[in-house]
């Protein structure tokens, strides 16, 4: 790596350190000592907790390890473990008080812009390409997104605020695409930024399959609990149904019934709920209900990697559905530009080669796969991010939301929940397999 490409990769790595810092303190500096420090969910952390967090990891991997330096605040590091305490046990510890949060990740924060100013991009995995930056944006990118679910869950005044997302315009769309049966390259060794859950890239053969082009709306949803889908058991997996039985479901989170519709609130704003919009707030278990009802299913997790990624003109896998390059504000619904997902149909420019829409951004996706690793997985930098994670307890959400950062998505990028969750901002989109001569 020359001199020049170093000096290009230490600018990027800051402006995308100092880009995620600003969001972390939109978050955290708009609200009170006492709702920083109060828990709003048991599912979630105090956001001075994870304020405090995303200092702490910063702390351990760029300052200590890739920086070399002295220690800042060892005594705190159990603390903000995420695998020693709970979400819901994390406000009974004694952790930072805000203001000392606050000063404790910016102390950080200094020791590490000094790491990227000097240390040698080369001659160890953990930097090459600045790998080790990239992943604690990523880190605190996705913590900012763990905050503004948290932001959702608070009963209080409403304290963001933001334009509306674009209108779907007037374009009528089919309901669905053929995605063409074949090999593709699923996942990605050339991406520097990705994590050890999309590495490497391999070739997967995946049958032809139709799917939605476009996530299942509000509207959608509607008649699906119009006709019951709630009480119907034979459209829910066992496991599934037992969940809604005990969690009483019968609408979205965030809905509720008043008179002939429904409202939704929506970080502190109550409103009607809007029809072209995709549904959110549903767990994996009322998406497959939906797709069952729609005489569907949902996607397996290649399939709809195939379909946000596969060229069928040059027989290549792209970065994103549009194309290589990064996403911009025409292409998609990402980095909390806005507080909701946009009508369903909307980015046209965000479209793949087949013609599926909002693929990247607006609503997580849930897909019909466990969490596993792929042929010839290896952990990298550490077996926690998501080797201990593999196995049938969580599925697999692609694409991701309104509140993704475009540091922490493109079309190869995986995360997962467990299918009952439903604050985290997932929806989904149905697929089926051609019956006999749709294909010719």
């Known amino acids: 790596m020359t001199t020049t490409e170093q000096e290009q990769l230490r600018a990027k790595a800051a402006a995308e350190l100092e880009r995620a810092r600003l969001r972390s303190a939109a978050l955290t500096d708009v609200l009170d000592d006492d709702e920083l420090v109060r828990q709003h969910s048991p599912l979630m952390s105090p956001l ?3 304020l ?6 910063e702390e351990l991997w760029l300052v200590r390890d890739v920086g070399g330096l002295p220690a800042v605040r060892s005594d705190i590091d159990e603390l903000y473990d995420a695998f020693k305490h709970s979400r819901s046990s994390r406000p009974a510890l004694p952790l930072l008080k805000p203001g000392e949060a606050r000063q404790y990740v910016d102390q950080v924060r200094r ?6 100013d000097r240390v040698p991009l080369q001659g160890r995995r953990l930097v090459e390409n600045a790998f080790a930056f990239g992943m604690l944006v990523q880190h605190e990118q996705q913590h900012d997104e763990t905050m503004l679910i948290t932001h959702q869950t608070r009963k209080s005044t409403a304290v963001l605020h933001a334009p509306d997302p674009p209108k779907a315009g007037r374009a009528v769309l089919p309901q669905e695409v053929l995605v063409p049966g074949g ?26 399959f139709f799917i939605d082009t476009t996530p299942i709306s509000c509207g959608q949803y509607q008649e699906f609990m119009a006709d019951g889908g709630y009480e ?5 997996s ?21 008179g002939d519709r429904w409202l939704r609130d929506c970080f502190g704003v109550v409103g009607p709920v809007r029809d072209a919009e995709p549904v959110v707030h549903v767990s994996f278990h ?8 729609a005489g569907k299913r949902l996607p397996t997790e290649a399939e709809w990697e195939k ?3 596969f060229d069928p003109e040059s027989g290549r896998s792209r970065r994103f559905p549009w194309g290589d390059e990064n996403p911009g504000p025409e292409h998609a619904n990402l980095g909390q530009r806005h507080l909701r997902p946009a009508e369903v149909g909307a980015y046209p420019e965000g479209a793949s080669p087949l013609g599926v829409r909002q693929l990247i951004g607006d609503v997580w996706e849930w897909v019909d796969t466990d969490l596993h690793g792929y042929p010839g997985f290896t952990a990298f930098p550490y077996q926690e991010y998501s080797e201990v994670f593999f196995g049938p307890d969580y599925k697999m959400l692609r694409g991701g939301c309104f509140g993704t950062d475009a540091a922490a998505c493109r079309g190869t990028f995986r995360n997962w929940d467990y299918p009952i969750r439903r604050q985290i901002f997932s929806g989904f989109r149905c697929a089926r397999t051609p019956g006999g001569g749709e294909l010719g």
């Open 48 to 50: 001075i907790w994870d």
């Open 52 to 57: 405090a967090h995303i200092g702490n990891q």
């Open 111 to 116: 020791k590490t812009m000094d790491v990227v």
């Open 183 to 208: 090999p593709f390259t699923m996942g990605t060794s050339t991406e520097p930024w990705a994590l050890d859950n999309e590495r490497p890239a391999h070739q997967v053969h995946v049958d032809a």
């Open 232 to 236: 119907r058991a034979e459209l829910w």
């Open 238 to 258: 066992e496991v599934g149904w037992e969940h809604r039985n005990k969690a009483n479901l019968r609408a979205p989170l965030y809905w509720r019934r008043d």
């Open 286 to 293: 009322e998406a497959q209900a939906y797709a069952r009802w």
């Open 307 to 309: 379909a946000a990624r």
